[in-house]
Nanobody, 120 residues
Framework: QVQLADSGGDSVQAGGSLRLSCAYS????????MVWFRQSPGKEREGIAF?????????DYHDSVKGRFTLSRDDSKNIMYLQMTNLKPEDTGMYYC????????????WGQGTQVTVSS
C-alpha cells in the first residue's frame, strides 16, 4: 500500500527558511517520480518541485521557486525533502507531496498536506 506523509510546515517571517519532509512507503522508489505541490489561498494547486526518475533522474522547479527551494530525496530512508529558503509571503499555502509512475498528469498518490505561512 502506497503511503505518503508530509510534515514540517510552520509559520515563519519573510526571508526565513523551512524544510518540509515527505515520508513514503509501499512503492519501488526507482520507478516513481515525486513532486511537491503548493496550493496558495485563492489559487489553483501547482507543482513547484519535481523529481523525475527517467533520463538518469533529475529535478525541476517552477520559476517562482528556482534558486530558493531545493528538492532532495533519500531513498535509503524513504524521505523526500523540500528545503525552502528566502521565503516570501506568496509562498504561503498548503504543501503536498505526491508520487506516480506516470510522472505527470493526475498524480495517483498524495500526502495529507502541511501548512506553510510566511508573514511580511
Amino acid at each position: 500500500q502506497v503511503q505518503l506523509a508530509d510534515s514540517g510546515g510552520d509559520s515563519v517571517q519573510a526571508g526565513g527558511s523551512l524544510r518540509l519532509s515527505c515520508a513514503y512507503s509501499g512503492f519501488p522508489t526507482s520507478t516513481f517520480c515525486m513532486v511537491w505541490f503548493r496550493q496558495s489561498p485563492g489559487k489553483e494547486r501547482e507543482g513547484i518541485a519535481f523529481h523525475y526518475t527517467f533520463s538518469g533522474g533529475f529535478t525541476d522547479y517552477h520559476d517562482s521557486v528556482k534558486g530558493r527551494f531545493t528538492l532532495s530525496r533519500d531513498d535509503s530512508k524513504n524521505i523526500m525533502y523540500l528545503q525552502m529558503t528566502n521565503l516570501k509571503p506568496e509562498d504561503t499555502g498548503m504543501y503536498y507531496c505526491a508520487a506516480d509512475t506516470r510522472c505527470g498528469g493526475d498524480w495517483a498518490y498524495w500526502g495529507q498536506g502541511t501548512q506553510v505561512t510566511v508573514s511580511s
